[in-house]
């Protein structure tokens, strides 16, 4: 019995030592690094600073992470059509991949409708300002009123 004993004194805190370092390796590692919701809000932020590289980083590690994450694809079709040297093919491309993962996506509407003023199609744009009205429910959400803007901004600039 005292054998017994002995081993269990020894062998607890040992035991302890192990599964607490199996814990680490197995997961609790990951708690250190951003959420994707704090990778994108870190996009943001470099997006409006203009600091187009690592929005391009933060971005790319998020949807690697997340590949079916409507919000990501949605922040990439974005970063892609604002930055100095706008991509529409990979902008189309990310918010018809939150589309297809989210169709009542407000901003990815929203911003596709953008996207199709900056491709000189406003009749896409009109159809994308129709849905989001029924996916809102009326005319004062904020995706409604920002591209119902941008559209008469288009207009009057022709």
Excluded at 23 to 42: H, K, M, N, Q, Y
Aim: charged share 30%; hydrophobic share 40%; proline share 4%.
């Amino acid at each position: 019995m005292r054998f017994i004993s002995r081993v269990c004194r020894f062998a607890a805190p040992v035991l302890f030592a192990v599964v607490a370092t199996l814990a680490v390796a197995a997961g609790d590692i990951s708690s250190s690094s951003p959420s994707v919701a704090e990778r994108l809000t870190d996009a943001r932020k470099a997006i409006d600073k203009g600091n187009w590289r690592d929005a391009s980083y933060t971005l790319s590690v998020a949807v690697r992470e997340e590949p079916n994450n409507a919000d990501v694809h949605n922040l990439l079709g974005y970063y892609n059509r604002k930055k100095p040297e706008p991509d529409l093919a990979k902008a189309f491309e990310h918010y018809n991949t939150a589309l297809k993962l989210n169709p009542k996506h407000k901003g990815a509407h929203e911003y596709l409708g953008e996207a199709y003023l900056m491709d000189k199609k406003p009749l896409e744009a009109e159809k994308l300002l129709v849905a989001l009205e029924k996916i809102c429910g009326n005319k004062t959400c904020e995706e409604y009123q920002d591209l119902a803007a941008a559209i008469l901004k288009h207009r009057t600039i022709k």
